[in-house]
C-alpha cells in the first residue's frame, strides 16, 4: 500500500451542540462507511494485478456514491463560488472527482496485511455523524482516518475527512484554494485540480 498522509496544518472542526431533537439513525452512515473501506481494501489486494487506469475505474463509483462531491466542493472553495458561472462550478466538481479518485487510487494500490476497522458508534452533532475508521500497519502505528457524513437525498454521505482526528482535509483544502482563487479564478483551481490528478496517476 501506497498510503500517503496528506501534509496539512491541524484544523479544528467546529461541532455545533446537538438539539433535543431525536438523534438520526446512524446505522445507515456506518454501512456507508464500510462499504467504502471495503473498497478500499480490496484495491490494495489487487496490487500490481491492476493498471491505475483499472483501479481508478473500480474506485470511481464507490467514491461518487460515498462522497457528497458537489457540496465539499462547494465549502472548498467558500464564498468565491457564488460567483462562479454555473459551468465552471460544474467544471470544478468534476475536476475534484477526478483528483480524489486518482489519489484514492494511488495511495490505495498495494496490500501488506493491512486492516481497516470501522467504528460502530458514530457521534452525532446536529444531524452530522462522525465516524471513525483504524487503518492497521504491520510494523508501523495505525493511522485513524474519521469521515464526517451528512444526509443528502435520503443517503449519508462524506463531507469532510479528518487524518488522526484531527486533520481537515475540507479546512486544508479551502485554505490552499484561496490563494488559487484570488490569483487566477475558478480556471486556476481547475488547472491546479486537474495537474493534481495527473500527479496521483504517474
Do not use: H, M, Q
Given at each position: 500500500m501506497k498510503y500517503r498522509a496528506i501534509s496539512m496544518p491541524l484544523a479544528a472542526i467546529v461541532w455545533v451542540q446537538p438539539s433535543m431533537a431525536q438523534a438520526p439513525d446512524t446505522r445507515p452512515a456506518v454501512a456507508a462507511i464500510q462499504t467504502f473501506s471495503d473498497a478500499l481494501l480490496e484495491s490494495m489486494k489487487a496490487g500490481a494485478s491492476m493498471t491505475f487506469s483499472q483501479r481508478a475505474a473500480r474506485l470511481g463509483p464507490v467514491v461518487e456514491r460515498s462522497f457528497d462531491l458537489p457540496l465539499t466542493t462547494r465549502l472548498a472553495v467558500g464564498p468565491p463560488w457564488s460567483t462562479f458561472s454555473a459551468a465552471d462550478q460544474t467544471a470544478l466538481v468534476d475536476a475534484i472527482r477526478r483528483m480524489t479518485i486518482a489519489e484514492y487510487a494511488r495511495n490505495f494500490s498495494s496490500w501488506n496485511g493491512e486492516t481497516?476497522?470501522?467504528?460502530?458508534?458514530?457521534?452525532?452533532?446536529?444531524?452530522?455523524?462522525?465516524?471513525?475508521?483504524?487503518?492497521?500497519?504491520?510494523?508501523?502505528?495505525?493511522?485513524?482516518?474519521?469521515?464526517r457524513m451528512r444526509q443528502s437525498g435520503g443517503r449519508w454521505k462524506i463531507v469532510d475527512v479528518l487524518f488522526n482526528g484531527s486533520v481537515s482535509q475540507l479546512a486544508t483544502r479551502r485554505s490552499d484554494y484561496a490563494a488559487i482563487v484570488k490569483r487566477g479564478g475558478a480556471k486556476a483551481l481547475i488547472a491546479h485540480l486537474d495537474a493534481a490528478a495527473d500527479k496521483a496517476a504517474r
Open positions: 481497516i476497522t470501522v467504528d460502530t458508534k458514530p457521534n452525532v452533532r446536529a444531524g452530522d455523524a462522525l465516524v471513525r475508521t483504524t487503518l492497521s500497519r504491520k510494523g508501523k502505528d495505525p493511522v485513524v482516518i474519521a469521515y
